[in-house]
């Protein structure tokens, strides 16, 4: 499968971080480099600006800021670069990392460090990404900075293997495993129809700055998993997600579970990792991979807090119906 071919499947699925593969994959052809997609703001987005909280707060948990981006640009797009230089340029499109961390904010860095998997397997962040993620934050002089996860496997083992471990002693940052249940705390979430209360983790709820870092990579189960199934990290039961609502639901409970936790679970800041994406096999593979060299930034979430699967589905056709522009390569 071809780059372009798997920008376009994302796309159809509506899967991501709130359509940020769609964004990409609807974009207008640009040369290399950095290119960002500006989506009109609705009446229904109340007119927001940038640096100013976004609406339906009331659904919101924890601390951590959730504001609007720059000016009317909903999401950044890097392309055809080195990893490092990838993440540098959709973060400074997006307003710099001084427009989302601030002097002695506490950041809490979410990567996918689900699996125990080499790098170029593409089943976890990359290490230069996560590397790079914390260089910036680092330069905006926060008074810590924390990468969490609570892995599937066992988290000494996919640390090491993902070179996770490797970056954060490097950067002396501290690692953490959200492997004991007394690290979370049970939270309300509004807009769930089936699972409307969960124990999320504690250092995420509290933080200042919360940054959502995927790749980009097949799953057997969704489609395809991004931003949002990433936050599935953050909770002690995952599996509920698969079980809540089954039924004859037919496996879209999941993806109605999934909404319904980013509903309420907001990240301050959403950097993908599609430098290198696992094309089939995933979440965990080992499958075939390709590397895309492409990195999204924003914190829209482009999805209605209460409307779900759905709605998240009608903005992604959407937003393609109204674009003619050819797919990227």
Request: net charge positive; hydrophobic share 35%.
């Amino acid at each position: 499968m071809k780059r372009r071919q798997f920008i376009s499947k994302c796309g159809k699925l509506g899967l991501g971080i709130a359509g940020l593969t769609v964004v990409a994959g609807c974009s207008r052809s640009q040369p290399p480099g950095v290119t960002s997609r500006q989506v009109p703001r609705t009446t229904s987005d109340k007119a927001q600006t940038e640096g100013q909280p976004l609406p339906d707060t009331d659904l919101k948990i924890g601390n951590n800021r959730w504001q609007a981006g720059p000016d009317d640009v909903d999401i950044a797009v890097a392309e055809d670069m080195t990893p490092e230089e990838l993440v540098r340029a959709a973060v400074d499109e997006y307003g710099g990392i001084s427009s989302w961390v601030h002097p002695g904010d506490i950041v809490a860095i979410k990567p996918n460090l689900a699996w125990a998997r080499q790098p170029a397997q593409a089943a976890t962040t990359s290490p230069e990404v996560l590397a790079t993620v914390i260089k910036l934050c680092q330069q905006a002089n926060p008074g810590r900075i924390i990468v969490v996860e609570h892995s599937c496997d066992t988290s000494s083992v996919t640390f090491d293997m993902s070179e996770a471990k490797q970056v954060c002693q490097e950067l002396s940052v501290p690692l953490i495993s959200l492997n004991h249940e007394n690290m979370y705390q049970q939270v309300a979430l509004p807009a769930g129809r089936n699972i409307n209360t969960d124990q999320v983790a504690t250092n995420i709820l509290e933080c200042d700055v919360y940054i959502n870092l995927p790749i980009v990579k097949a799953h057997s189960a969704t489609g395809a998993t991004i931003a949002l199934k990433n936050q599935m990290g953050v909770v002690w039961d995952r599996g509920a997600y698969h079980r809540a609502g089954a039924g004859s639901a037919q496996g879209l409970n999941l993806h109605q579970n999934i909404a319904g936790l980013a509903a309420s679970l907001r990240p301050t800041l959403n950097i993908v990792d599609a430098t290198r994406v696992l094309l089939t096999g995933g979440p965990k593979g080992p499958g075939p991979s390709t590397p895309m060299l492409l990195s999204f930034c924003s914190n829209s979430p482009k999805i209605s807090p209460t409307s779900g699967w759905q709605g998240k589905l009608a903005w992604v056709k959407l937003t393609c119906k109204q674009s003619r522009s050819p797919l990227p390569r």
